[in-house]
């Protein structure tokens, strides 16, 4: 694993393609027969892209505290953001937009010392060659979607050896175009590794590009774990992301008010820092390229909070086991500074437990004032409680953040439960 990965700790995830036109779920309206696929289709002729701005895209990510992003180089319409040799299908042949978009952003990143991540959807619901083989182990009596399943007896080796060349040269464009240090694959799930080939995909990409951290959807052959929509109440014991909407939508929907405050936004990256992953926040530009002033908004608000609070994310490593502190904490990397995430007003006091170390000093992370604290019990190797007296006055609007200084590397306590 790369050590910007599991240092990165924020990414930015960009859902963006001809679905921005008529603001319609990317890809899923038309597999799910919300719209009519020629309907969505025509929304090629709409694409125009004519205020984006990539360096504004960058500028916004650093300004959010990000280390990287992950844009939508094809999702699983099929339409690729770059000019693809592998067929016609893409926003450089097929769109008013008539250009690469994926060089910019690439450029634009590069520049401000952003790591590069491309999305690629495994599966491909427009391609005449993709839905040919059933999944192994599939009944035969169930039909399935015909964007994605052919009919029983239908079936064809040949062309679904024909689709996974087309699929294999759309990854060696994005591998030798733009050296991607993040592929985010997806789309794993209609066929089986075997049917896929992961392995060899696997090879491949290790051969052309072996800096390239490859998610894992890769299914088998992935560098780190990726749930959605929720983090993890134990998680993951490896590398791992979270996958985050800012409101309820991947791609623009213009309905969609339903955006995370910021203090929910920081609650959840907190609680994924804490357990050791990244968080991939997902926002979704329209089609003019702009990136919606709600979502920008709290790019923003999240960024600003990292900034004030920079020692307790950057270079921190996974914090505390279940049971030794009521919320997220991480720890520095020499393992001498706690840091324990404030959620909620305390009710005079929080307490940590069982830690051996001595605490030399608490503060609050920003403000830079003392916390009162003091060891209350204990016996032998049992150690007591320390408890902190955190003040209102001392309280983050969105999420306050206590470091201990501790007298050595951190030595926690578990106690046996006897028969």
């Known amino acids: 694993m790369q050590p910007w990965f599991t240092d990165g700790k924020l990414g930015i995830f960009l859902h963006w393609g001809i679905y921005s036109v008529d603001g319609v779920a990317e890809s899923w309206s038309f597999f799910n027969g ?7 289709m025509a929304q090629l002729d709409g694409f125009e892209a004519q205020k984006w701005d990539p360096d504004a895209w960058a500028d916004l990510f650093v300004e959010a505290g990000a280390a990287y992003a992950v844009l939508t180089a094809k999702h699983h319409d099929g339409v690729a953001l770059w000019d693809t040799q592998a067929n016609d299908l893409s926003v450089v042949r097929r769109t008013p937009a008539a250009r690469d978009l994926i060089t910019p952003y690439v450029d634009a990143l590069r520049r401000r010392g952003l790591k590069v991540g491309l999305y690629y959807s495994h599966l491909d619901w427009s391609h005449p060659d993709y839905a040919t083989v059933r999944p192994d182990g599939q009944d035969p009596d169930d039909r399935g979607n015909p964007y994605s399943m052919p009919a029983v007896g239908d079936e064809s080796p040949e062309r679904w050896d024909a689709f996974l060349a087309f699929h294999r040269a759309q990854v060696r464009e994005l591998l030798a175009l733009f050296q991607p240090d993040l592929l985010w694959f997806d789309g794993e799930w209609e ?11 696997a090879e491949l990409i290790m051969e052309l590009s072996p800096h390239t951290v490859v998610n894992g959807r890769l299914t088998g052959h992935g560098d780190y774990a990726t749930p959605e929509q929720g983090v993890p109440v134990e998680p993951p014991k490896g590398p791992w992301e979270l996958c985050l909407t800012v409101n309820d939508s991947w791609g623009y929907q213009p309905q969609d008010d339903h955006h995370k405050s910021p203090r929910q936004l920081v609650r959840v990256f907190a609680e994924t820092v804490g357990g050791g992953g990244n968080l ?6 329209k089609a003019d390229g702009t990136i919606p002033p709600e979502q920008a908004e709290r790019l923003e608000a999240l960024g600003e909070w990292i900034a004030e609070h ?3 994310v950057r270079s921190a490593v996974r914090g505390l086991p279940h049971g030794h502190f009521y919320g997220p904490s991480t720890l520095s990397a020499d393992r001498r500074t706690l840091y324990l995430f404030l959620f909620d007003r305390p ?8 830690v051996r170390n001595t605490v030399r000093s608490a503060r609050v992370l920003g403000s830079g004032t003392d916390v009162r604290h003091e060891r209350v019990g204990g016996l032998g190797e049992v150690p007591g409680w320390e408890y902190l007296y955190v003040t209102d006055d001392q309280l983050d609007p969105l999420c306050t953040v206590v470091a201990l200084e501790l007298d050595g590397e951190l030595d926690l306590y578990r106690e046996h439960t006897r028969d």
């Open 310 to 312: 920079r020692p307790a």
């Open 347 to 354: 009710n005079e006091y929080v307490v940590l437990r069982g």
């Open 34 to 40: 919300q719209v009519p696929y020629d309907t969505y």
């Open 280 to 285: 991939l926040l997902a926002v979704g530009p």
């Open 191 to 201: 066929r089986s590794p075997e049917q896929w080939r992961m392995a060899e995909l």
